[in-house]
């Protein structure tokens, strides 16, 4: 019993590559998105912003785990999230600069 708990626990339900695509899509849409309706800092945010941005993160929770609910997918989910954030963020204070 306890092995298979370990099991369904860490065993990815959804190829690795896929596990890692699905937040770069999501997170590229987002990221759009929130340039088209304006808001570039958190400070502008109001808290109608606030309350779209958690319903947003609810919403699209499901496309980047997909059928996926082990832990080693969300750890990879978020991981990739991590690292397009800071490499994205990266770029855009570059554009900010120059």
């Not at 759009?32 to 779209?52: C, H, I, S, T």
């Not at 496309?63 to 609910?69: L, S, Y």
């Amino acid at each position: 019993m306890e092995a298979k708990l370990w099991s369904d626990m860490f065993h990815l339900g959804l190829p690795v590559i896929e596990k890692i695509l699905r937040p770069v899509v999501v997170y590229g849409f987002l990221i759009v998105g929130l340039r088209l309706a304006g808001k570039r800092e958190l400070a502008q945010l109001n808290p109608f912003d606030l309350v779209v941005l958690l319903t947003l993160s609810n919403t699209v929770q499901n496309a980047i785990i997909g059928d996926d609910n082990s832990v080693t997918g969300g750890l990879i989910g978020a991981a990739t999230l991590l690292v397009i954030n800071y490499f994205g963020f990266s770029v855009i204070q570059v554009d900010s600069c120059g």
